[in-house]
């Protein structure tokens, strides 16, 4: 859509009395996944590098456990660029159960859950479990600060922890910020500024990631340095004491999602929400028109929910009861 088109949609409904923060953007300039779909998504791509935390334990040096936990996490979110999903409605969900399809690894599978847990600032709160590993996060409504640019959005994820439990001991993660550009096309996503993952240990690696997936950190021990890392997202990650390189060993591939027949049916999984929508946005020839009355539909009834003033419960125990805006 245009944006010559995009300002007619909104003014459009503003000559009709629509509050300002009731305006619906056009279903045209979504993509046809919502914010938790599309979450899973990226894990689903990347998930060949959970392997990396299944295989921690403790005969891997700190130095070591650390690089395999940063090869997990920042994985998913290489530079990529794509359309903007629709945002998720409070409490909308996935659970599913995620099989890579490799000979070698007949065994493999990972159990997935993710949540909206608030709408705005949209957040959505995720667990993963492994053979070997668990991945939480614990306080994620505590998550930092929201900068809006003109065309943009930066999530500073400055008290937003991941907790990873492995047969080594539980890891400490805090994500660096999360930059969102062209917030109306086509978005490119990418991690910027500073992070940092504690070992059982207590080694702990300060790092720092560049817009274009470059990494730089130091190993820190008591406050005293004892090596640093370069490297990216892609090639890998070099030690520089012993040039040692951590990279992905494993390719991509294919993944089956499982989900339980129990969650298929529930309303509020996210095929189910937005279900209407979609229908129509995967069309051979879309149909944008009836596409915008089904999403306003969904929009309408969470507002409505909205005004009952019900506390919010997540059903994976991400938070505690409480009342976010819908």
């Known amino acids: ?15 009709q009395g629509t509050p300002l923060w009731k305006i619906s953007m056009p279903a045209s300039i979504h993509m046809d996944q919502t914010a938790v779909t599309m979450f899973q998504k990226n894990v689903a791509n990347n998930c060949s590098t959970l392997r990396c935390l299944d295989t921690i334990d403790t005969t891997h040096t700190p130095m070591e456990r650390i690089a395999l936990v940063l090869l997990s996490f920042l994985d998913p979110y290489i530079p990529f660029t794509s359309d ?31 949540e909206q847990v608030s709408h705005h600032p949209p957040l959505t709160a995720y667990r993963i479990k492994g053979k070997h590993f668990e991945v939480t996060t614990p ?84 406050g005293k340095k004892i090596d640093s890392i370069s490297g990216d997202l892609i090639k890998g990650i070099v030690l520089q004491s012993t040039k040692k390189i951590w990279a992905k060993s494993v390719a991509p591939a294919p993944v089956k999602k499982i989900v339980p027949e129990q969650v298929l049916n529930d ?60």
């Open 84 to 114: 903007k999903p629709f945002n998720s409605v409070l409490g909308e969900f996935v659970e599913m159960v995620l099989k890579p399809e490799q000979p070698e690894y007949p065994e493999e599978e990972y159990y997935f859950e993710c």
């Open 1 to 15: 859509m245009s944006l010559v088109k995009l300002v007619g949609s909104v003014v459009s409904q503003l000559a």
């Open 267 to 326: 309303p509020l999984y996210a095929e189910n929400v937005w279900g209407q929508v979609l229908k129509y946005m995967r069309l051979p020839k879309p149909d944008f028109e009836n596409a915008d009355k089904e999403k306003i539909n969904v929009e309408n009834l969470q507002r409505e929910k909205a005004k009952e003033g019900v506390a919010f419960v997540s059903r994976f125990g991400f938070v505690d009861a409480t009342i976010k805006e819908q």
């Open 139 to 222: 306080d994620f409504l505590d998550s930092g600060t929201f900068k809006f640019g003109f065309n943009s959005l930066e999530i500073h994820f400055s008290r937003s922890r991941s907790l990873v439990k492995t047969r080594a001991g539980n890891f400490e993660y805090i994500f660096p910020s999360l930059k969102i550009e062209n917030l109306f096309g086509k978005r490119t996503i990418h991690m910027n500024g500073d992070f940092y993952i504690l070992d059982p240990s207590g080694l702990r690696l300060e790092g720092k990631i560049t817009k274009g997936g470059k990494i730089t950190g130091v190993f820190m021990d008591n």
